[in-house]
């Protein structure tokens, strides 16, 4: 999914400021919700959980946490120097 997913990483990662509210945010959130509609079991409870907008804010942030590092197989060393230059 990280593959899918790297440009939005990539640019909420860059934000200074980071809000839930921001265009690159909402963006992230609804792709990512599309992919896993696309690959996981609908009727599983914990899926449907994940689905539910009151609930998952948190876990999708640790969700792009352990994406960013998923992004290739030098993905905690590029997220590592990426939060140096930071």
Avoid: H
């Avoid at 959130?29 to 599309?34: A, D, H, P, T």
């Avoid at 609908?42 to 998923?70: G, H, P, W, Y």
Wanted: a positive charge; one cysteine or more; aromatic letters at 16%.
């Amino acid at each position: 999914m990280s593959k899918y997913l790297y440009p939005y990483i990539r640019e909420i990662l860059k934000s200074k400021e980071f809000e839930e509210n921001s265009v690159i945010w909402n963006d992230f959130n609804k792709r990512f919700i599309e992919l896993i509609k696309e690959r996981f079991n609908m009727d599983s409870m914990r899926v449907k959980k994940l689905l539910n907008q009151a609930e998952n804010d948190e876990i999708i942030i640790k969700s792009l946490l352990t994406l960013s590092f998923c992004i290739s197989n030098q993905g905690y060393q590029k997220l590592k120097n990426f939060l140096y230059d930071f």
